[in-house]
């Protein structure tokens, strides 16, 4: 089921509904392109998502997702953008996975609930260009002091 399937760009922007199949997912898949944003899905990400390393971009954006981001989403190491914004998920810290993914560019969870502190890790990966966790409940102080990013 799609194990040679890069991209999956003809998902996106539709009226896709229900929940993401768990089975849609796994190891022997090569998908480097997961656009599944602008949908109208619900319930959860499953977490059969983090089968799929040699993914790069992940797109879950504007559905209605909600429950939590499963921590296998770490496994997602070779993951440049992911953006997770404009769902209904529980209430939780900001993940710790942020500082697991290898070659990161682009992380965005805008209005996603996550509260509390930010890990410190985020902002030591040295490639990040663009974060966006607006209109959440994050609060604290900002650790950069140790290895900040030039």
Same mark, same amino acid.
């Given at each position: 089921? /799609?194990?040679?399937?890069?991209? @999956?760009? +003809?998902?996106?922007?539709? &009226? @896709?509904?229900?929940?993401?199949p768990p089975r849609l997912f796994n190891s022997n898949m090569t998908l480097i392109h997961l656009l599944l944003d602008n949908n109208k899905l619900r319930g959860t990400i499953p977490s059969t998502l983090g089968l799929v390393t040699s993914l790069q971009v992940v797109r879950l954006?504007?559905? +209605?997702? !909600?429950?939590? =981001?499963?921590? %296998? #989403?770490?496994?997602? =190491?070779?993951? +440049?953008? #992911?953006?997770?914004?404009?769902?209904?998920?529980?209430?939780?810290?900001?993940? %710790?996975?942020?500082?697991?993914?290898?070659?990161?560019?682009? #992380?965005?969870?805008?209005?996603?609930?996550?509260? *509390?502190?930010?890990?410190?890790? @985020?902002?030591?990966?040295? &490639? /990040?260009?663009? =974060?966006?966790? !607006?209109?959440?409940?994050?609060? *604290? +102080?900002?650790?950069?002091?140790?290895?900040?990013?030039?």
């Amino acid at each position: 089921m /799609l194990t040679k399937a890069k991209h @999956l760009y +003809s998902l996106r922007d539709n &009226q @896709l509904s229900g929940d993401i199949p768990p089975r849609l997912f796994n190891s022997n898949m090569t998908l480097i392109h997961l656009l599944l944003d602008n949908n109208k899905l619900r319930g959860t990400i499953p977490s059969t998502l983090g089968l799929v390393t040699s993914l790069q971009v992940v797109r879950l954006d504007r559905n +209605s997702l !909600s429950g939590n =981001v499963p921590p %296998s #989403i770490k496994n997602l =190491v070779n993951t +440049s953008g #992911i953006d997770l914004s404009n769902n209904t998920f529980d209430p939780s810290p900001a993940p %710790s996975w942020f500082s697991t993914l290898l070659d990161p560019t682009t #992380i965005e969870m805008h209005n996603t609930n996550l509260k *509390g502190e930010l890990p410190s890790a @985020l902002f030591r990966i040295p &490639q /990040l260009q663009t =974060v966006d966790l !607006s209109y959440n409940r994050i609060n *604290g +102080s900002l650790d950069i002091t140790s290895n900040p990013s030039t």
